[in-house]
């Protein structure tokens, strides 16, 4: 009894002692990245029952002892521990959990995860987006996926970049993947006219991520328009049962070009007086860069304003934006946006209603391009302006000289002004029926409606004597219209241990667009066009997971096309894959992969997008307009008696060349793969290898005479095959509290090649293309048989003793003792080999710092502006004038232009700085401010010798140089 009650004592004295050691520690828990409170965070004592979650707010409060270990855990991020040493508050930032396999991935018409997805399907997320003063939304993901290479056209405001997935499937018809925006699938001709990116309108700080969808089998269910991939771009919507919140940014930016062409100095241009042929009375006194005089450093600035809220069945999210770009020329790039999306739910989360819509008002100044080649031109000794203060000219002796590039620059004498208002609005309806939950309705209305005007003025050439002014007005319409639904029955079959996912639906969809302009220069051009075709398309998809190991999926889809007579109106498209979850077998248990899955896939695409031709199956006359092709029938007869004064002419009708039998071009393609993760999937990656054959092709081929009503035919012929491999390795290289560093690496080899072209199966029938300056309708590149579609067309040029280039002197390849065209081989090519990227994202307390380079291999570029300009003849045999020369010239002394000489395909390997940027946040009481710089396209590393090594055609021709950006970014969460 004494023991017991010494016991008893002895507790009654330590359990207050143990109460007393406790401590209250608060705290808050936020998304680390968009500082956005969370609520429903689990936060326990490891290793007892003790526990708590956050509220609304992200809030959260719990007793601790000394050396015990806080879990942090929330569903889609990843979960810290941290050892409680005596702090009393403790705020917390999750990181979403970027190897999480049951992340949800859109699909197309559906959902899947990561886990169950067998397809090529890859999602960027907004955590992984480049960073700055982005206008264009496809720069955000630039390097970030593999087998997705984005290259943008240049420096001027709003460029967008072209897309290339895989490498595109086609040849004259487009090469650019489907964009599908919440739903609702963009014309691949571009949303708007008038406007620089068709992409422009769409706000990229509102979208939330992007999935592209790469192998046939995952495309297959957009049917007729999936060849060159989808990429699926999902907007933010706000989240349910969230705090109302306030966020304003801020992107103040600097840019100015980062190359410009290497032409002669004032210097080295006065020292070719000793040229005889050289007119020194021509020089001036001065010494003037006129690429320097052209570009400038500009500014620019980004603003968004956000708020948002979300309750139980209710959220919503509004944004107004305001970007203005400026381009080193003067051009500028205006828009003005208002974002809106809201969900609710009704019938106890059975039926969900998102409405999404993206209003904007694109104002576009687009300075005069022209203003690049004449900079490159202009003799460098004359001052831009001459005694009188007038823009210094060579004068109307001189009808083909350059315009002083400043004149074509002046507001006064340039204008060129597009402003486009366009709305992107979806309703979707989700409904889960009463009488059986697994099954749903889904529904999705879209509209993408914009409408522009513009105007232009271009004053009359002053080295023209009587030159004519240009002043045009214009004015378009775009109208794209969707309609589609489906149901999907979903359900755990548990006698037969499968989960089964089926859908079918409908889809219905128009595009409309009409053009009008009225341009008066020394004659009047007025014209209509409307331009109308409509898909109409039915699909279904079966997805089977057999005992959380075996994964099948089938899909198909039949689309109808306008575009095609009716014998050829439908196609009919498929895709079928297969999964293997290893890591799910009994004998994976003790394995050392967190993740191991096998997949392969086959599908079959099309292609139907030919621009604006929409009849081509069909014979058509075209009617003679603004009096440009009228025949004189007879003369007028005003008092019975013929006046030959005043001839009649009647206007004509013109048949058009078409193929009846114009059909769907097809893409088969097949893809194996292997994803795998290590170490909780800290350390995960993915391998895809895919052969793709697309036949029929849609090309613009040459026609024999008298065959069709028109020299160039649009048919199907030819066959181009193209195979590549995907390398993508993800890893969470460190994750503590204070720290944190991750990385990305991905790497794609491609190999594309035409293995047939002609009607006739001629393997030494050839198509010139790749236009370029330097004389008239000449062509550097060449679609033939065997050969890469970007493939140059050159002699192989001869060199002396010392390695330097005898001008003229090519390899005689059939020996027939001269040079011909025969003589020209096919060698090289634009197309990269391989291209890479690479990204790095480190944290440190409240600092963060990420990078991204790119890279490309194996690809070339045609120097256009040193095989034109790089001569004497560029200087001294000009009519009336004399020009400045490329700086090429001193080094090969070239007599004349030597075009077709392969001295000018040059090795374009780089590797780029895209993007670094350096953060702080800082978090006060109720307010979190986020500081940030960011640097774009710091520095190339190449030994390419023109202007910029990653040109999207590989021709370098008066290209407008990229820009070098710097910007600073403030971010107020409130």
Same mark, same amino acid.
């Given at each position: 009894m004494k023991t017991f009650l010494n016991a008893l004592l002895i507790c009654l004295i330590m359990v207050p002692a143990t109460l007393f050691a406790q401590t209250t520690v608060t705290g808050t828990v936020t998304d680390k990245a968009d500082a956005m409170p969370l609520p429903g965070v689990n936060v326990i004592i490891k290793g007892t029952s003790r526990g708590t979650a956050t509220d609304f707010d992200g809030k959260y409060s719990i007793e601790v002892n000394d050396g015990e270990t806080i879990v942090i855990s929330y569903l889609g991020y990843t979960t810290q521990e941290i050892v409680y040493?005596?702090?009393?508050?403790?705020?917390?930032a999750l990181a979403e959990d970027a190897a999480q396999l049951d992340e949800v991935v859109l699909i197309g018409y559906g959902s899947t995860t990561k886990q169950d997805a067998t397809g090529a399907v890859e999602k960027v997320g907004d955590g992984e987006f480049n960073r700055g003063a982005i206008v264009a939304p496809q720069q955000l993901i630039a390097g970030k996926a593999a087998g997705v290479r984005i290259t943008t056209g240049g420096g001027a405001a709003g460029e967008g970049g072209e897309i290339r997935i895989r490498g595109g499937a086609s040849l004259s018809a487009?090469?650019?993947?489907?964009?599908?925006?919440?739903?609702?699938?963009i014309d691949q001709r571009g949303g708007a006219q008038g406007t620089a990116n068709a992409l422009n309108a769409v706000n990229p700080a509102d979208i939330e991520d992007f999935v592209v969808l790469k192998d046939a089998s995952a495309t297959a269910i957009y049917g007729s328009r999936a060849s060159n991939g989808v990429i699926l771009i999902t907007t933010k919507k706000g989240r349910a049962n969230q705090p109302f919140k306030v966020e304003y940014g801020l992107q103040a930016s600097t840019r100015t070009v980062a190359n410009t062409v290497d032409v002669l100095s004032a210097a080295e241009y006065r020292a070719l007086a000793s040229d005889a042929r050289f007119d020194s009375s021509t020089l001036g006194n001065a010494s003037t860069d006129w690429q320097d005089e052209i570009y400038k450093t500009v500014n620019g600035a980004i603003h968004n304003l956000t708020v948002s809220k979300g309750y139980e069945n209710f959220n919503f999210r509004v944004n107004l934006n305001h970007a203005s770009q400026q381009d080193p020329l003067g051009g500028l790039n205006e828009r003005t946006g208002a974002n809106m999306a809201f969900v609710q739910r009704l019938l106890d989360n059975d039926l969900k209603l998102t409405l999404t819509s993206n209003l904007s008002q694109v104002e576009n100044d687009f300075a005069n391009t022209g203003a690049i080649g004449s900079a490159i031109s202009f003799d460098p000794t004359q001052s831009p302006f001459d005694e009188n203060g007038e823009y210094t000219q060579y004068g109307t002796s001189a009808n083909l000289a350059p315009v002083n590039p400043l004149f074509l620059l002046d507001p006064a004498n340039d204008v060129d002004r597009q402003t486009s208002k366009r709305a992107i609005t979806n309703f979707n309806i989700d409904y889960k029926f009463w009488f059986l939950k697994d099954l749903r309705l889904n529904l999705n209305a879209g509209i993408d409606y914009a409408e522009n005007d513009g105007y232009r003025f271009e004053a009359a050439n002053p080295n023209v004597l009587g030159g004519a002014e240009t002043n045009e007005v214009s004015s378009g319409l775009n109208r794209n219209t969707s309609l589609d639904f489906y149901l999907n029955y979903k359900k755990n079959i548990e006698s037969i241990n499968t989960v089964v996912d089926i859908t079918a639906g409908h889809a219905f969809q128009e595009f409309y667009i009409e053009g009008f302009f009225d341009r008066q220069t020394n004659t009047r051009i007025t014209q209509t066009d409307i331009n109308r075709n409509a898909l109409e398309s039915y699909f279904a998809r079966a997805s089977f997971d057999i005992a959380d190991r075996y994964l099948v999926s089938a899909s198909y889809r039949r689309d109808g096309s306008s575009r095609f007579s009716e014998d050829n109106r439908w196609g009919d498209f498929a895709g079928v894959s297969v999964g293997w979850k290893i890591t799910?077998?009994?004998?994976?248990?003790?394995s050392f992969f967190s993740n191991l899955k096998l997949r392969a896939g086959w599908g079959q695409t099309g292609q139907q997008e030919l621009n604006d031709l929409n009849y081509g199956y069909?014979?058509?006359?075209?009617?003679?307009?603004?009096d440009a092709a009228n025949v004189q029938f007879g003369y007028a007869q005003p008092n019975g008696q013929i006046d030959l004064t005043q001839p009649i002419f009647i206007n004509t009708l013109r048949p058009e060349g078409f193929d009846e039998n114009l059909t769907w071009e097809k893409t088969d393609q097949y893809n194996v793969a292997l994803d795998f993760g290590f170490f909780n999937n800290r350390l995960n990656g993915t391998v895809d290898a895919y052969y793709r054959e697309t036949e029929d092709l849609l090309s613009t081929i040459p026609t024999a005479a008298g065959s069709n009503l028109t020299d160039l035919l649009t048919t199907n012929v030819g066959q181009v095959t193209s195979r590549g491999l995907e390398f993508t390795l993800n890893g969470v290289i460190a994750q503590q509290e204070d720290?944190?560093?991750?990385?990305?690496?991905?790497?794609?080899?491609?190999?594309?090649?035409?293995?047939?072209?002609?009607?006739? =199966?001629?393997?030494?029938?050839?198509?010139?293309? %790749?236009?370029?300056?330097?004389? #008239?309708? !000449? *062509?550097i590149q060449i679609l033939r048989e065997g050969y890469d579609p970007t493939t140059f067309f050159v002699w192989r040029q001869v060199y002396d003793d010392n390695g330097n280039p005898i001008e003229g002197a090519y390899v005689d390849v059939n020996g027939d003792n001269q040079i011909t065209e025969a003589d020209r081989q096919p060698?090289?090519?634009?197309?990269?080999?391989?291209?890479?990227?690479?990204?790095?994202?480190?944290?440190?307390? =409240?600092l963060d710092l990420n990078f991204t380079?790119? %890279?490309?291999?194996?690809?070339? #570029?045609? !120097? *256009?502006?040193a095989s034109d300009r790089g001569n004497i003849n560029a200087v001294v045999n000009q009519p009336g004038y004399q020009a400045n020369a490329h700086a090429s010239f001193l080094d090969t002394g070239f007599e004349n232009q030597n075009l077709f000489s392969d001295l000018y395909i040059e090795r374009a390997d780089f590797v780029r700085l895209d993007n670094i940027s350096l953060g702080y946040t800082?978090?006060?009481?109720?307010?979190?401010l986020r500081a940030s710089l960011t640097a774009t396209n710091l520095f190339v590393i190449t030994e390419y010798d023109g202007l910029d090594p990653e040109i999207g055609n590989g021709i370098e021709n008066s290209f407008y140089p990229r820009t070098r950006d710097v910007v600073l970014g403030l971010n107020f969460t409130f």
């Amino acid at each position: 009894m004494k023991t017991f009650l010494n016991a008893l004592l002895i507790c009654l004295i330590m359990v207050p002692a143990t109460l007393f050691a406790q401590t209250t520690v608060t705290g808050t828990v936020t998304d680390k990245a968009d500082a956005m409170p969370l609520p429903g965070v689990n936060v326990i004592i490891k290793g007892t029952s003790r526990g708590t979650a956050t509220d609304f707010d992200g809030k959260y409060s719990i007793e601790v002892n000394d050396g015990e270990t806080i879990v942090i855990s929330y569903l889609g991020y990843t979960t810290q521990e941290i050892v409680y040493n005596g702090q009393s508050t403790l705020d917390i930032a999750l990181a979403e959990d970027a190897a999480q396999l049951d992340e949800v991935v859109l699909i197309g018409y559906g959902s899947t995860t990561k886990q169950d997805a067998t397809g090529a399907v890859e999602k960027v997320g907004d955590g992984e987006f480049n960073r700055g003063a982005i206008v264009a939304p496809q720069q955000l993901i630039a390097g970030k996926a593999a087998g997705v290479r984005i290259t943008t056209g240049g420096g001027a405001a709003g460029e967008g970049g072209e897309i290339r997935i895989r490498g595109g499937a086609s040849l004259s018809a487009t090469n650019d993947p489907l964009i599908v925006i919440d739903g609702l699938p963009i014309d691949q001709r571009g949303g708007a006219q008038g406007t620089a990116n068709a992409l422009n309108a769409v706000n990229p700080a509102d979208i939330e991520d992007f999935v592209v969808l790469k192998d046939a089998s995952a495309t297959a269910i957009y049917g007729s328009r999936a060849s060159n991939g989808v990429i699926l771009i999902t907007t933010k919507k706000g989240r349910a049962n969230q705090p109302f919140k306030v966020e304003y940014g801020l992107q103040a930016s600097t840019r100015t070009v980062a190359n410009t062409v290497d032409v002669l100095s004032a210097a080295e241009y006065r020292a070719l007086a000793s040229d005889a042929r050289f007119d020194s009375s021509t020089l001036g006194n001065a010494s003037t860069d006129w690429q320097d005089e052209i570009y400038k450093t500009v500014n620019g600035a980004i603003h968004n304003l956000t708020v948002s809220k979300g309750y139980e069945n209710f959220n919503f999210r509004v944004n107004l934006n305001h970007a203005s770009q400026q381009d080193p020329l003067g051009g500028l790039n205006e828009r003005t946006g208002a974002n809106m999306a809201f969900v609710q739910r009704l019938l106890d989360n059975d039926l969900k209603l998102t409405l999404t819509s993206n209003l904007s008002q694109v104002e576009n100044d687009f300075a005069n391009t022209g203003a690049i080649g004449s900079a490159i031109s202009f003799d460098p000794t004359q001052s831009p302006f001459d005694e009188n203060g007038e823009y210094t000219q060579y004068g109307t002796s001189a009808n083909l000289a350059p315009v002083n590039p400043l004149f074509l620059l002046d507001p006064a004498n340039d204008v060129d002004r597009q402003t486009s208002k366009r709305a992107i609005t979806n309703f979707n309806i989700d409904y889960k029926f009463w009488f059986l939950k697994d099954l749903r309705l889904n529904l999705n209305a879209g509209i993408d409606y914009a409408e522009n005007d513009g105007y232009r003025f271009e004053a009359a050439n002053p080295n023209v004597l009587g030159g004519a002014e240009t002043n045009e007005v214009s004015s378009g319409l775009n109208r794209n219209t969707s309609l589609d639904f489906y149901l999907n029955y979903k359900k755990n079959i548990e006698s037969i241990n499968t989960v089964v996912d089926i859908t079918a639906g409908h889809a219905f969809q128009e595009f409309y667009i009409e053009g009008f302009f009225d341009r008066q220069t020394n004659t009047r051009i007025t014209q209509t066009d409307i331009n109308r075709n409509a898909l109409e398309s039915y699909f279904a998809r079966a997805s089977f997971d057999i005992a959380d190991r075996y994964l099948v999926s089938a899909s198909y889809r039949r689309d109808g096309s306008s575009r095609f007579s009716e014998d050829n109106r439908w196609g009919d498209f498929a895709g079928v894959s297969v999964g293997w979850k290893i890591t799910n077998e009994s004998w994976m248990e003790n394995s050392f992969f967190s993740n191991l899955k096998l997949r392969a896939g086959w599908g079959q695409t099309g292609q139907q997008e030919l621009n604006d031709l929409n009849y081509g199956y069909l014979g058509i006359y075209t009617p003679s307009r603004n009096d440009a092709a009228n025949v004189q029938f007879g003369y007028a007869q005003p008092n019975g008696q013929i006046d030959l004064t005043q001839p009649i002419f009647i206007n004509t009708l013109r048949p058009e060349g078409f193929d009846e039998n114009l059909t769907w071009e097809k893409t088969d393609q097949y893809n194996v793969a292997l994803d795998f993760g290590f170490f909780n999937n800290r350390l995960n990656g993915t391998v895809d290898a895919y052969y793709r054959e697309t036949e029929d092709l849609l090309s613009t081929i040459p026609t024999a005479a008298g065959s069709n009503l028109t020299d160039l035919l649009t048919t199907n012929v030819g066959q181009v095959t193209s195979r590549g491999l995907e390398f993508t390795l993800n890893g969470v290289i460190a994750q503590q509290e204070d720290f944190g560093w991750d990385a990305n690496f991905n790497i794609t080899f491609q190999e594309q090649e035409i293995t047939s072209l002609s009607l006739n =199966n001629d393997p030494n029938y050839f198509i010139l293309t %790749g236009g370029i300056s330097g004389g #008239v309708g !000449n *062509n550097i590149q060449i679609l033939r048989e065997g050969y890469d579609p970007t493939t140059f067309f050159v002699w192989r040029q001869v060199y002396d003793d010392n390695g330097n280039p005898i001008e003229g002197a090519y390899v005689d390849v059939n020996g027939d003792n001269q040079i011909t065209e025969a003589d020209r081989q096919p060698y090289k090519k634009a197309t990269p080999d391989a291209f890479i990227g690479f990204t790095n994202n480190f944290r440190y307390k =409240n600092l963060d710092l990420n990078f991204t380079f790119r %890279g490309s291999f194996g690809n070339y #570029v045609y !120097n *256009n502006s040193a095989s034109d300009r790089g001569n004497i003849n560029a200087v001294v045999n000009q009519p009336g004038y004399q020009a400045n020369a490329h700086a090429s010239f001193l080094d090969t002394g070239f007599e004349n232009q030597n075009l077709f000489s392969d001295l000018y395909i040059e090795r374009a390997d780089f590797v780029r700085l895209d993007n670094i940027s350096l953060g702080y946040t800082i978090p006060f009481e109720k307010i979190t401010l986020r500081a940030s710089l960011t640097a774009t396209n710091l520095f190339v590393i190449t030994e390419y010798d023109g202007l910029d090594p990653e040109i999207g055609n590989g021709i370098e021709n008066s290209f407008y140089p990229r820009t070098r950006d710097v910007v600073l970014g403030l971010n107020f969460t409130f």
